[in-house]
């Protein structure tokens, strides 16, 4: 199966007082380059990050990766409009199904993504997300049948997988990812995150 990963790295992580947070580092390692090297791990199909702020800055971490990096200049109207430039990139793919994944979600890892997949196959439905903790909603990283592409083609505005997700929520299965609620929205979240792990080491 052809599945491609469009990975969100446009956003100017504006409560961060505009420091990117796709270049946040654990391990020397960028949660951007981190990312990139799951999807490319998986070796199911294409891997697509979509820029938008600090591009030239994020670019620059990816670089030499075998990766493609579609610009979204329209990043500030929302989420949306990048799933539009990613889902674009992939008209000349021949992909079944694609996964969206974001930067801010440090948790996430290629076995995370590879068990989407897995639910797809066993399960035969058309979406697999993840259920953020056992009262949580469901969410990304989330695996999309490819029939899906024109559904997210008509959204607008900062809405994204979670709308789609609930919407056809009878063609959807789900894996238990309690850790997907942690995002680094703030200075707050991000120490919070990096005493969690050097708290593990």
Known sequence: MNIATIILAAGGSTRLGGKPKQLLSHDGTTLVRRMAN????????????????????IYTELAHLPIHTPINPDWRDGMSSSLRVGLNRLSDEPVEAFLIVLTDQPYVTAELLQQLITTQEKRGL???????GESGHLGVPALFDIRYRSEFMRLSGDVGARKLIQQYSSDCAEIPFP?????????QDVE?????????H
């Open 192 to 200: 919070a995150w990096q005493s969690s792990l050097d708290n593990s």
């Open 179 to 187: 850790l997907a609620a942690i995002d680094l929205d703030t200075w």
């Open 126 to 132: 058309g979406i697999v997300a993840c259920r953020y």
């Open 38 to 57: 799951a999807a490319l791990s998986l070796q199911t199909g294409p891997v697509i990050v979509v820029l938008g702020a600090n591009q030239d800055l």
